[in-house]
C-alpha cells in the first residue's frame, strides 16, 4: 500500500492568514502601501533591530545588503560551504569574488577557529575579504561571538545569513537584533519559519545602510531634495542617483507575514538543551512550557493541563523536581518563595515524559499523539474541589 507522503517541511496557512490578505486585496494598495511598514516594524520589533528592509526574497535582501556595504568587483566576500547558494550567489551579484571557511563538525556551522586560522593567512597576502557571511544553519546559530571578536580584528563587516533562524535566539539576544554583525538576513519562502510566499529582510542598527538599503530597493531613486545630486524642478521631481533594484515586497506579502509572524511563539513546548561539546545520559527527558501561568486562577497551567490530558490516556508524567526551597520544611528553615525565581518558574513549566529502555516506538507515537491532541486544546477551568489546593 501507498502511503502518503511525509515532506520536510510545510508552510501553514490558516484562517487569519487568508483573511489579512483579503482585507488587503478587498481595499487598500496592494504595494507600496502601509502593510510593509508595518511588517518592517513588527519584525524589528521582535528582533530588537533598529532597521528594517522588506524585499521580495532573502536573496534580494542579501544582495541589498552586500551592496549597502559598498561590495563591488575586487572585493571578496567568505562564507559557508554548507548553505543555500543563494549565501554565495549574493556576491557574485555584486562582482565581488566568493570563498568559503568550513564548518565545525559537530554544529555544522562555520568554524570560529577556521575563520581565525584563514583570515591570519589571508591578512599576510593582502586578501582579506570585505564581508563575512556566517548562516545559522538549520536555525541554530553560529558562535556569533568569537566570530565577531575575530572579525573585527581584520576589519572584517559581518551579515548573517539568518533564513533559517526567524526566532533563534544567542545569548539572550534575538537573532536579528545584530549584537554581533553589521546585518542580519532573513527569508519568508515556503520552507522557512514563517512565509511571506517570497520575501525577505535586512535588519541593521545602522542608519546609513538602512537608508541605502531601502534606497537601492526602489531602482536608487531618492525623493529627499536633501539627497538629491542636482537641484529639484519641484515637489513632483525624484532623482536616481545610483543604480538600484526593484526588490519591495508587495502589500499582500506584508499582510500575510504580519499574519504569520502571530503564531511565531505558538511552539509551546521546549525539549531539553543539547550541548554541542557535552551528551546526555538521557535517564529523564523533561519538556518545558513557555507559558508560566495561567491567564486566570481558574485555568489550570499549560504544564498541569498537559499533565491531567496525558494521565487521562493512561500516560504517566511527572515533576522532577519541586524546587526544595519551596518545601514546607525549607520554608520553616527560612527559605522565600522567591528567592530562586528560575527555579520557580522550571517548577510551575517543567513535565517529565516516560523514557525507559523498553519504551516502544508504538508508545512514543501514542504519547506523541496524545501530547500533540492536548497542545492543541485549550486548558480547562479547575474544578471546585481543586479549588484552594495549591
Ligand atoms: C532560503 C535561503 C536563502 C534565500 O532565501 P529566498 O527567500 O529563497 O531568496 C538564503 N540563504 C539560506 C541559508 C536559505 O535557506
Redesign the pocket.
Known sequence: MRQTLIPYGQHLIEEDDIAAVSAVLRSGPLTQGPQVGAFEEAIAQITQAQYATATH???SA?HLALRALDVGPGDRVWTSPI??V??ANCALYCGATVDFVDIDPITHNLCPHALAQKLAQHARTHTLPRVLIP?HLSGRPCDMAAIAETCRAYGVAILE?A??ALGATYNGKPIGACAYSDMTVF???PV?IITTA?G?MALTNQSELAAQMERLRSHGIVRDPALMTRETDGPWYYQQIELGYNYRMTELQAALGLSQLERLDALPVQRPPRDTDNTSSWHLYVITFADDSPPSPHVRSRRDHIYYALQSHNIMCSLHYYPIHCQPYYQKMGFQIGDFPHAERYGRTALTLPLFVQLTTDQITRIVEHLTQALNTAPERVKEKNKGKE
Do not use: M, N, P, Q
Request: avoid cysteine; proline fraction near 0%; charged fraction near 15%.
Open positions: 526574497s532573502g536573496t542579501l548553505s543555500f543563494a549565501s548562516v545569513d533564513s533559517h527569508s519568508f519562502h522557512k517570497e525577505g
